[in-house]
Protein backbone atom coordinates (compact mmCIF):
# COMPACT_ATOMS: atom_id res chain seq x y z
CA UNK A 1 0.00 0.00 0.00
CA UNK A 2 1.74 3.27 -1.46
CA UNK A 3 -0.45 5.93 1.10
CA UNK A 4 -3.43 6.09 3.17
CA UNK A 5 -5.74 8.04 1.38
CA UNK A 6 -7.07 9.72 4.29
CA UNK A 7 -6.08 10.47 8.08
CA UNK A 8 -7.52 7.99 10.83
CA UNK A 9 -10.08 10.87 12.03
CA UNK A 10 -10.84 13.99 9.83
CA UNK A 11 -9.00 16.81 11.41
CA UNK A 12 -11.73 18.78 13.09
CA UNK A 13 -11.50 22.93 13.36
CA UNK A 14 -11.58 24.39 16.83
CA UNK A 15 -11.94 28.07 15.13
CA UNK A 16 -15.57 29.74 16.12
CA UNK A 17 -15.36 31.13 12.53
CA UNK A 18 -15.54 27.70 11.60
CA UNK A 19 -12.28 27.69 9.32
CA UNK A 20 -9.59 25.11 9.93
CA UNK A 21 -6.60 27.16 11.61
CA UNK A 22 -3.05 25.47 9.48
CA UNK A 23 -0.15 27.00 11.82
CA UNK A 24 3.30 26.80 9.65
CA UNK A 25 6.74 26.58 11.71
CA UNK A 26 9.58 27.82 10.08
CA UNK A 27 13.08 28.26 11.27
CA UNK A 28 16.05 29.95 9.83
CA UNK A 29 17.02 28.61 6.70
CA UNK A 30 13.64 27.99 5.14
CA UNK A 31 12.78 27.95 1.27
CA UNK A 32 10.43 30.78 0.49
CA UNK A 33 8.73 28.32 -2.18
CA UNK A 34 8.06 26.03 0.47
CA UNK A 35 6.46 28.25 3.13
CA UNK A 36 4.81 30.26 0.13
CA UNK A 37 2.56 27.50 -1.27
CA UNK A 38 1.04 26.63 1.95
CA UNK A 39 -0.28 29.81 2.11
CA UNK A 40 -0.97 30.13 -1.39
CA UNK A 41 -2.66 26.74 -1.47
CA UNK A 42 -4.96 26.76 1.95
CA UNK A 43 -6.07 30.17 1.65
CA UNK A 44 -7.15 29.60 -1.93
CA UNK A 45 -9.36 26.99 -0.67
CA UNK A 46 -13.56 28.68 -0.78
CA UNK A 47 -16.52 27.36 0.28
CA UNK A 48 -19.13 26.27 -2.45
CA UNK A 49 -20.21 29.92 -2.78
CA UNK A 50 -16.93 31.04 -3.28
CA UNK A 51 -17.41 33.38 -0.45
CA UNK A 52 -16.07 32.14 2.78
CA UNK A 53 -12.39 30.68 3.41
CA UNK A 54 -12.10 27.56 4.93
CA UNK A 55 -8.85 28.11 6.43
CA UNK A 56 -6.96 30.44 8.39
CA UNK A 57 -2.92 29.77 7.86
CA UNK A 58 -0.52 31.46 10.01
CA UNK A 59 3.04 31.47 10.13
CA UNK A 60 5.11 31.48 13.41
CA UNK A 61 8.66 30.71 14.45
CA UNK A 62 10.43 29.85 17.53
CA UNK A 63 11.36 33.71 18.09
CA UNK A 64 9.08 36.32 16.38
CA UNK A 65 10.98 38.54 14.18
CA UNK A 66 13.10 38.16 11.47
CA UNK A 67 13.55 34.64 9.57
CA UNK A 68 16.60 34.01 7.44
CA UNK A 69 15.86 32.26 3.84
CA UNK A 70 18.09 30.19 1.69
CA UNK A 71 17.56 33.46 -0.51
CA UNK A 72 18.90 36.60 -0.48
CA UNK A 73 15.77 38.00 1.73
CA UNK A 74 14.72 37.64 5.30
CA UNK A 75 11.01 36.73 6.39
CA UNK A 76 9.54 38.50 9.18
CA UNK A 77 7.69 36.25 11.56
CA UNK A 78 5.23 38.04 14.26
CA UNK A 79 4.14 34.55 15.72
CA UNK A 80 6.16 33.04 18.36
CA UNK A 81 5.51 29.24 18.96
CA UNK A 82 2.38 29.46 21.84
CA UNK A 83 0.09 29.31 17.92
CA UNK A 84 1.09 25.82 17.63
CA UNK A 85 -1.32 25.34 20.81
CA UNK A 86 -3.94 26.66 18.61
CA UNK A 87 -3.93 24.95 15.74
CA UNK A 88 -5.47 22.04 13.77
CA UNK A 89 -2.98 21.37 11.67
CA UNK A 90 0.98 22.28 11.76
CA UNK A 91 2.89 22.15 8.30
CA UNK A 92 6.72 21.92 9.05
CA UNK A 93 8.95 22.82 5.87
CA UNK A 94 12.39 22.26 5.47
CA UNK A 95 15.35 23.84 6.26
CA UNK A 96 19.14 24.45 4.82
CA UNK A 97 20.65 25.79 7.67
CA UNK A 98 23.83 23.69 8.24
CA UNK A 99 23.91 23.46 12.17
CA UNK A 100 20.15 22.32 12.87
CA UNK A 101 20.31 20.25 15.51
CA UNK A 102 17.45 17.50 13.94
CA UNK A 103 20.43 16.76 11.20
CA UNK A 104 21.57 15.01 14.17
CA UNK A 105 18.89 13.26 15.33
CA UNK A 106 18.24 15.27 17.79
CA UNK A 107 15.96 18.32 18.46
CA UNK A 108 17.45 21.62 19.78
CA UNK A 109 15.62 22.66 23.20
CA UNK A 110 13.96 25.75 22.22
CA UNK A 111 12.06 23.72 19.12
CA UNK A 112 11.44 20.54 21.54
CA UNK A 113 9.68 23.31 23.85
CA UNK A 114 8.00 24.46 20.57
CA UNK A 115 6.25 21.14 19.66
CA UNK A 116 5.47 20.52 22.96
CA UNK A 117 2.64 22.93 22.59
CA UNK A 118 0.76 21.04 20.24
CA UNK A 119 -2.31 19.97 20.83
CA UNK A 120 -1.77 15.90 20.22
CA UNK A 121 -4.19 13.61 19.91
CA UNK A 122 -6.07 15.29 17.23
CA UNK A 123 -3.83 18.13 16.01
CA UNK A 124 -2.07 16.98 12.57
CA UNK A 125 0.91 17.38 11.67
CA UNK A 126 3.11 17.35 8.31
CA UNK A 127 6.40 17.87 7.09
CA UNK A 128 7.72 19.50 3.58
CA UNK A 129 11.03 18.07 2.23
CA UNK A 130 13.82 17.37 5.23
CA UNK A 131 11.56 18.76 7.77
CA UNK A 132 10.41 15.03 8.41
CA UNK A 133 13.87 15.36 10.45
CA UNK A 134 11.94 17.25 12.70
CA UNK A 135 9.04 14.73 13.12
CA UNK A 136 11.31 11.87 12.82
CA UNK A 137 13.63 13.50 16.34
CA UNK A 138 10.89 14.32 18.16
CA UNK A 139 10.14 10.28 18.18
CA UNK A 140 6.89 10.71 16.22
CA UNK A 141 7.73 8.88 13.74
CA UNK A 142 8.77 5.71 15.19
CA UNK A 143 7.49 2.61 13.75
CA UNK A 144 5.23 4.50 11.20
CA UNK A 145 5.46 5.29 7.67
CA UNK A 146 7.30 8.45 6.33
CA UNK A 147 9.30 9.81 3.17
CA UNK A 148 11.42 12.41 2.36
CA UNK A 149 13.32 14.13 -0.22
CA UNK A 150 15.58 11.28 -1.85
CA UNK A 151 18.74 13.28 -1.42
CA UNK A 152 18.82 12.87 1.96
CA UNK A 153 17.18 9.30 2.42
CA UNK A 154 20.50 7.58 3.42
CA UNK A 155 20.96 10.06 6.36
CA UNK A 156 17.88 9.51 7.33
CA UNK A 157 17.89 5.92 7.47
CA UNK A 158 21.13 6.35 10.13
CA UNK A 159 19.63 8.47 11.95
CA UNK A 160 15.97 7.18 12.36
CA UNK A 161 15.99 3.65 12.12
CA UNK A 162 12.78 2.79 13.54
CA UNK A 163 11.39 4.95 11.25
CA UNK A 164 9.41 2.87 8.27
CA UNK A 165 11.22 4.75 5.30
CA UNK A 166 9.65 4.98 1.58
CA UNK A 167 11.95 6.97 0.25
CA UNK A 168 10.33 6.33 -3.98
CA UNK A 169 7.20 8.22 -2.92
CA UNK A 170 5.70 11.60 -2.96
CA UNK A 171 3.97 11.67 0.13
CA UNK A 172 2.43 9.46 2.42
CA UNK A 173 -0.27 9.62 5.67
CA UNK A 174 0.09 7.69 8.98
CA UNK A 175 -2.64 8.04 10.89
CA UNK A 176 -2.12 12.38 12.02
CA UNK A 177 1.41 12.50 10.48
CA UNK A 178 1.64 13.35 6.72
CA UNK A 179 5.19 13.55 4.89
CA UNK A 180 6.10 14.43 1.72
CA UNK A 181 9.44 14.92 -0.66
CA UNK A 182 10.47 17.94 -2.37
CA UNK A 183 9.13 21.09 -2.56
CA UNK A 184 6.15 20.14 -5.48
CA UNK A 185 5.56 16.86 -3.45
CA UNK A 186 4.39 19.87 -0.64
CA UNK A 187 1.96 21.04 -3.39
CA UNK A 188 0.75 17.85 -3.88
CA UNK A 189 0.51 16.60 0.10
CA UNK A 190 -1.78 19.77 0.58
CA UNK A 191 -3.56 19.45 -1.65
CA UNK A 192 -4.56 15.88 -0.78
CA UNK A 193 -5.20 17.41 2.99
CA UNK A 194 -7.65 20.13 0.85
CA UNK A 195 -8.98 16.68 -0.92
CA UNK A 196 -9.69 14.75 2.32
CA UNK A 197 -11.01 17.83 4.49
CA UNK A 198 -13.68 19.25 2.03
CA UNK A 199 -14.07 16.83 -1.34
CA UNK A 200 -12.43 16.92 -5.02
CA UNK A 201 -14.33 19.61 -6.20
CA UNK A 202 -12.65 21.92 -3.83
CA UNK A 203 -9.09 20.57 -4.04
CA UNK A 204 -9.81 20.68 -7.62
CA UNK A 205 -10.64 24.67 -7.84
CA UNK A 206 -7.08 25.05 -5.05
CA UNK A 207 -5.50 23.51 -8.02
CA UNK A 208 -6.94 25.10 -11.43
CA UNK A 209 -6.69 28.66 -9.30
CA UNK A 210 -3.16 27.79 -8.74
CA UNK A 211 -2.16 26.42 -12.08
CA UNK A 212 -1.05 22.44 -10.60
CA UNK A 213 -2.38 19.24 -11.33
CA UNK A 214 -5.27 18.94 -9.47
CA UNK A 215 -4.18 14.87 -8.41
CA UNK A 216 -0.55 12.96 -7.61
CA UNK A 217 -1.00 9.41 -6.40
CA UNK A 218 1.03 9.94 -2.77
CA UNK A 219 2.62 6.54 -4.36
CA UNK A 220 3.73 7.75 -7.87
CA UNK A 221 7.58 8.08 -8.13
CA UNK A 222 9.59 10.92 -6.85
CA UNK A 223 11.96 10.75 -9.51
CA UNK A 224 12.43 9.19 -12.61
CA UNK A 225 14.87 7.04 -14.00
CA UNK A 226 14.96 5.76 -17.59
CA UNK A 227 17.99 3.76 -19.92
CA UNK A 228 18.25 5.58 -22.65
CA UNK A 229 15.68 4.02 -25.40
CA UNK A 230 17.40 2.57 -28.47
CA UNK A 231 16.75 1.14 -31.60
CA UNK A 232 13.34 3.25 -32.21
CA UNK A 233 11.84 2.21 -28.47
CA UNK A 234 9.46 4.42 -26.84
CA UNK A 235 9.88 5.08 -23.87
CA UNK A 236 6.75 6.74 -22.59
CA UNK A 237 3.43 4.93 -21.65
CA UNK A 238 1.67 8.54 -21.16
CA UNK A 239 -0.67 8.21 -24.37
CA UNK A 240 -1.87 4.56 -22.58
CA UNK A 241 -2.46 6.35 -19.46
CA UNK A 242 -4.26 9.02 -21.00
CA UNK A 243 -6.96 6.67 -22.98
CA UNK A 244 -7.57 4.49 -19.72
CA UNK A 245 -8.89 7.75 -18.21
CA UNK A 246 -10.83 8.37 -20.96
CA UNK A 247 -12.03 4.73 -20.41
CA UNK A 248 -12.31 4.00 -17.28
CA UNK A 249 -15.84 2.30 -17.13
CA UNK A 250 -15.13 -0.15 -19.72
CA UNK A 251 -13.07 -3.59 -18.38
CA UNK A 252 -9.26 -2.51 -19.36
CA UNK A 253 -6.14 -5.58 -19.46
CA UNK A 254 -2.48 -5.07 -19.53
CA UNK A 255 -2.67 -6.57 -23.24
CA UNK A 256 -5.09 -3.63 -24.29
CA UNK A 257 -2.59 -0.81 -22.36
CA UNK A 258 0.21 -2.58 -23.89
CA UNK A 259 -0.92 -2.04 -27.29
CA UNK A 260 -1.98 1.58 -27.14
CA UNK A 261 1.82 1.78 -26.90
CA UNK A 262 2.90 -0.74 -29.43
CA UNK A 263 4.39 -2.87 -26.36
CA UNK A 264 4.59 -6.36 -24.99
CA UNK A 265 3.03 -6.86 -22.02
CA UNK A 266 6.20 -7.20 -20.21
CA UNK A 267 7.91 -4.08 -21.43
CA UNK A 268 5.08 -2.17 -20.62
CA UNK A 269 4.96 -3.09 -17.41
CA UNK A 270 7.93 -2.27 -16.62
CA UNK A 271 8.19 1.06 -18.30
CA UNK A 272 5.04 2.08 -16.54
CA UNK A 273 6.33 1.57 -13.06
CA UNK A 274 9.54 3.47 -14.07
CA UNK A 275 7.44 6.00 -14.65
CA UNK A 276 4.41 6.03 -12.38
CA UNK A 277 6.20 4.05 -9.82
CA UNK A 278 3.03 1.58 -9.29
CA UNK A 279 1.86 -1.37 -11.81
CA UNK A 280 -0.59 -0.71 -13.94
CA UNK A 281 -3.12 -2.43 -11.79
CA UNK A 282 -2.42 -0.45 -8.98
CA UNK A 283 -2.60 2.54 -10.81
CA UNK A 284 -5.76 1.53 -12.38
CA UNK A 285 -7.27 0.82 -9.56
CA UNK A 286 -6.40 4.23 -7.85
CA UNK A 287 -8.04 6.07 -10.57
CA UNK A 288 -11.57 4.05 -10.16
CA UNK A 289 -11.15 5.25 -7.04
CA UNK A 290 -10.76 8.34 -7.31
CA UNK A 291 -13.41 8.78 -9.93
CA UNK A 292 -15.66 7.06 -7.62
CA UNK A 293 -15.06 9.19 -5.22
CA UNK A 294 -15.35 12.08 -7.05
CA UNK A 295 -19.16 10.70 -8.64
CA UNK A 296 -20.06 10.13 -4.62
CA UNK A 297 -19.34 13.82 -3.62
CA UNK A 298 -20.46 15.09 -7.15
CA UNK A 299 -23.85 13.28 -7.85
CA UNK A 300 -26.84 11.77 -6.30
CA UNK A 301 -25.90 8.34 -8.61
CA UNK A 302 -27.14 5.40 -6.96
CA UNK A 303 -24.06 3.21 -5.58
CA UNK A 304 -24.36 0.55 -8.18
CA UNK A 305 -24.18 3.16 -11.22
CA UNK A 306 -21.04 4.95 -9.47
CA UNK A 307 -19.38 1.48 -9.51
CA UNK A 308 -19.95 1.00 -13.33
CA UNK A 309 -18.75 4.26 -14.46
CA UNK A 310 -15.73 4.32 -12.45
CA UNK A 311 -14.94 0.37 -13.89
CA UNK A 312 -15.54 -1.38 -10.80
CA UNK A 313 -18.38 -3.24 -12.10
CA UNK A 314 -20.79 -3.40 -9.34
CA UNK A 315 -21.70 -2.20 -5.90
CA UNK A 316 -20.20 -4.88 -4.08
CA UNK A 317 -16.79 -4.46 -5.98
CA UNK A 318 -16.84 -0.90 -5.35
CA UNK A 319 -17.64 -1.30 -1.67
CA UNK A 320 -15.00 -3.48 -1.60
CA UNK A 321 -12.16 -1.31 -2.99
CA UNK A 322 -13.16 1.59 -1.06
CA UNK A 323 -13.47 -0.21 2.64
CA UNK A 324 -9.52 -1.16 1.54
CA UNK A 325 -8.41 1.99 0.47
CA UNK A 326 -10.14 4.48 2.82
CA UNK A 327 -11.90 2.72 5.40
CA UNK A 328 -15.31 3.61 4.42
CA UNK A 329 -18.61 2.50 2.86
CA UNK A 330 -19.86 4.23 -0.26
CA UNK A 331 -22.91 5.64 1.64
CA UNK A 332 -20.54 6.39 4.68
CA UNK A 333 -18.49 8.47 2.34
CA UNK A 334 -21.31 10.39 0.54
CA UNK A 335 -22.80 11.27 3.76
CA UNK A 336 -19.19 12.96 5.29
CA UNK A 337 -19.44 15.21 1.90
CA UNK A 338 -22.94 15.81 0.83
CA UNK A 339 -24.93 14.98 3.52
CA UNK A 340 -27.28 11.80 4.51
CA UNK A 341 -28.97 10.65 1.40
CA UNK A 342 -33.12 11.97 1.19
CA UNK A 343 -35.37 9.04 1.57
CA UNK A 344 -35.65 7.15 -1.89
CA UNK A 345 -38.94 7.93 -3.85
CA UNK A 346 -38.91 4.39 -5.22
CA UNK A 347 -41.39 2.06 -5.20
CA UNK A 348 -41.53 -0.59 -1.64
CA UNK A 349 -38.46 -2.62 -2.06
CA UNK A 350 -36.26 -0.62 -4.15
CA UNK A 351 -34.56 0.99 -1.62
CA UNK A 352 -31.35 -0.94 -1.42
CA UNK A 353 -30.35 1.09 -4.75
CA UNK A 354 -28.95 4.06 -1.77
CA UNK A 355 -27.79 1.39 0.36
CA UNK A 356 -24.07 0.61 0.38
Wanted: hydrophobic share 40%; net charge neutral.
Amino acid sequence: MTVSSAPSARATSFQQDGRHRVAVLVRHGVMPLELGLVHQLFSAARSPDGDSPLYEVITCTLAPGPVRTNADFPVHVAHGPDTLAEADTVIIPATHEEDEPESEGRLGDALARALGRIRRPGTRVASICTGAFVLAAAGWLDGRRATTHWKSTDRFRCLFPAVDLDPDVLYTGDGDLFTSAGEAAGIDLCLHLIRYDHGAAVANDVARSTVVPPHREGGQAQFIVRPVAGGGARSSTGAARAWALRNLDRPLSLRQLAERESMSVRTFTRRFREEVGLTPVQWLTGQRIERARQLLEETDMPVDKVAADAGFGTGASLRQHLQAALGVSPSAYRATFRGPAPPPSQPPGAEGVFMS
